[in-house]
């Protein structure tokens, strides 16, 4: 039993529930008494956890309460405030230092959520849980993987799963982890994203070659940053060409991935139509861009070369090899793109624009400052970048750092191939669990006590709510130095997931946002204009969309929970102009 078929189970208890109603009328009683049920049930395992614990007896853990039948606590799970279940877990959880597990109950399935760093600790080190029910149901559900393909890979009794999963890392490791490999995508990818800013100057005529009295020149920077990261990252990757046979790209992609978790909690097509458009078009440019290469290189693309324009990055084409050693089609091969597409581009490109909206909103010019310098230390000739500086940058990579914190919401699940027990606690094999990154890093308990970057005596850290660029700094009180704070405790701070399935993507993920930041700040001088709402459909700014009413600041978009870095709403306009002294870049762009 996946995740998604609990929740698949839950929401085909919501579709019946008029039905339902009407045919037992009568005995609306019932939510009465189930909740007076569970209430007291859960008070009863609640007051025995601390006994439990004293004496080491294994006890399951205690089932937050419930009224309707089935159905349990899904409608507030699929809440599209994202993070509002957990924030009402987090509360729960609080005021029961003894509970590090709590099941909730949806579908007529349960689902235990890990709370403590220790239990999620030991999640990781588990050696007998997977994730590939999980994957399978994002592939098959949201990204159109055929029938076949799905019974070749997946089927029961295939032992192939074990074995993709494995070649997929062994690729990771030598193509996306490993020290050069990474080095040459951050490459590629800031030539990509300098020629791109470069061109778009051209376009609005702001001259390579600058002057002190140069004219500021407006943009709506998080579209603005959205399309042009899009293009760096995905042509570093995927290369030149999937841009000519898959139309408007980053407008499919996009779309792709706003409706990605309709799709995988199976909301029926006719109901929300919005959340499958497109997809169809999506996933045959992608085949035909796959067909296009292979007539291209008569066969497989070479694998002995750093990046080519038909299949772009080593990691691209090594998975093309695996895949056709597996015999799979090149429909399959292209919801398997699909796939690493959304692992590359639905975190990162959202986190970069969340770390400079805080950066310039115009609250915080002495952290922009800060950064600003450390990105000026690491500037080399010709617009490249000194990465080992700017990966040592201290308030940079606390900003990083802090704004995964504060709004990566990814579901992190594995379901159990044995029975396990984590801190005292009963786990039946068979069943699912999620460590919540969202309720790791917005738990009051963990983050709200910790002391000042500044010392003990400034008090203690703003509380979890609120984004704090300094929130992973130590900073000595008598010569003003920052340095890496090591308070952070393993378990609490969990942007990559962990344990084997930890995301293989995260060292390119962080050089990434950190050149973008770097590019941007360091090529234009910038200045904050004004906080707009979202760029409409039409390209024109639309009304009503969303901002912080008060500030203005963007806001976080309305969505189903777990999509990775949640999506912003909102806008900052502002002016930027070329920073003197860049004669290099003419030359370079
Ligand atoms: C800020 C950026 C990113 C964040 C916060 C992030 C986070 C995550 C998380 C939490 C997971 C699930 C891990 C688990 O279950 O334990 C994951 C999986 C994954 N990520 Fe990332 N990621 C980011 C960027 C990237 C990039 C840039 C790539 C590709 C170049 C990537 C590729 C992947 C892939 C392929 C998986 C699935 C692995 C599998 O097949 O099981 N990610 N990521
Ligand atoms: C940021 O988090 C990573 C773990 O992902 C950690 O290794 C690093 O030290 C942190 N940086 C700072 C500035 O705290
Ligand atoms: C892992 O699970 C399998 C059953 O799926 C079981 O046979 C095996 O003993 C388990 N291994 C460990 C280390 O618990
Ligand atoms: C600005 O930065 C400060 C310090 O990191 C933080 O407290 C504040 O929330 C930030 N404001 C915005 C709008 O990002």
């Known amino acids: 039993m996946s995740l998604t078929a609990i929740i698949h189970n839950a929401k085909d208890v919501v579709t019946s529930l008029p039905i339902l109603v009407t045919a037992v009328g009568p005995i609306l009683l019932v939510p009465v008494a189930i909740y007076a049920f569970t209430t007291i049930s859960y008070h009863i395992s609640l007051s025995g956890l601390e006994n439990a614990r004293q004496k080491s007896k294994v006890v399951s853990p205690p089932l937050l309460p419930y009224s309707l039948p089935l159905l349990g606590n899904a409608f507030a799970f699929l809440s599209k405030t994202p993070g509002k279940f957990w924030r009402s877990l987090a509360g729960i959880l609080s005021k ?12 007529g399935r349960k689902l235990h959520v890990l709370h403590s760093p220790t239990a999620v600790t030991s999640l990781f080190k588990a050696r007998n849980v997977s994730r590939s029910g999980f994957n399978r149901d994002i592939i098959v559900k949201a990204m159109m993987l055929n029938k076949q393909d799905d019974k070749a890979i997946y089927g029961q009794g295939s032992s192939n799963v074990e074995l993709f999963e494995h070649k997929q890392y062994e690729i990771y490791n030598k193509y996306l982890l490993a020290t050069n490999a990474v080095t040459q995508l951050t490459h590629k990818f800031n030539e990509v994203l300098q020629r791109e800013l470069a061109a778009y100057c051209d376009k609005i005529n702001v001259p390579l070659q600058s002057n002190k009295d140069d004219e500021w020149h407006s943009i709506p920077m998080v579209s603005f940053l959205k399309e042009h990261m899009f293009t760096a990252s995905t042509l570093a990757l995927y290369g030149s060409k999937i841009f000519d046979f898959v ?22 097509r006719y109901f929300y139509p919005d959340a499958y458009a497109g997809i169809e078009e999506y996933h045959a440019g992608i085949m035909k861009w796959i067909e296009a290469g ?11 070369m750093e990046w080519e324009e038909w299949a772009g990055s080593a990691v691209v084409r090594a998975r093309r ?28 490109i959202p986190c970069t624009n969340w770390l400079l909206c805080h950066l310039l909103s115009p609250s915080n010019s002495t952290l922009l400052a800060k950064v600003q310098t450390e990105v000026d230390a690491a500037r080399l000739p010709g617009g490249k970048i000194d990465m080992p500086t700017l990966l040592a940058a201290p308030y940079l990579t606390s900003a990083f750092n802090e704004t995964l914190r504060h709004y990566v919401d990814v579901l992190v699940t594995r379901e159990l191939n044995t029975d396990m027990v984590i801190e005292n606690h009963f786990l039946p094999a068979g069943d699912v669990i999620m460590a919540p990154i969202f309720l790791a890093h917005h738990d009051g308990q963990e983050w709200n006590t910790q002391p000042s970057p500044y010392g003990d005596k400034r008090g203690v850290m703003p509380p979890e709510n609120v984004w704090y660029g300094e929130r992973f700094l130590k900073i000595d009180e008598k010569t003003g130095k920052a340095a890496l704070s090591t308070r952070e405790a393993a378990g609490k701070f969990i942007p990559w997931g962990g344990g084997a399935q930890i995301c293989p993507g995260r060292v390119f993920a962080k050089q990434e946002v950190l050149a973008a930041v770097a590019t941007f700040l360091g090529r234009f001088e910038v200045r904050f204009e004004e906080f707009l709402e979202s760029t409409g459909k039409d390209g024109k700014m639309g009304k009503g969309l969303g901002r912080d009413e008060k500030s203005g600041f963007p806001v976080v978009k309305k969505q189903y929970s777990g999509n990775g870095v949640v999506a912003i709403e909102g806008d900052l306009r502002i002016g930027v102009r070329m920073r003197a002294g860049d004669d290099e870049w003419a030359e370079s762009a």
């Open 96 to 107: 029961h230092p003894a509970m590090s597990i709590l099941t909730v109950y949806m579908g």
């Open 294 to 304: 292979n007539a291209h290189h008569d066969g497989l693309p070479p694998l002995d």
């Open 321 to 348: 090899h695996m895949y056709t050693e597996m015999g799979i089609s090149v429909a399959g091969m292209a919801s398997f793109d699909m796939g690493f597409m959304f692992g590359l581009s639905s975190n990162a």
């Open 247 to 268: 139309p408007n790209l980053a407008d499919k992609y996009w779309h792709f991935d706003t409706g990605l978790l309709a799709r995988l909690y199976g909301l029926p």
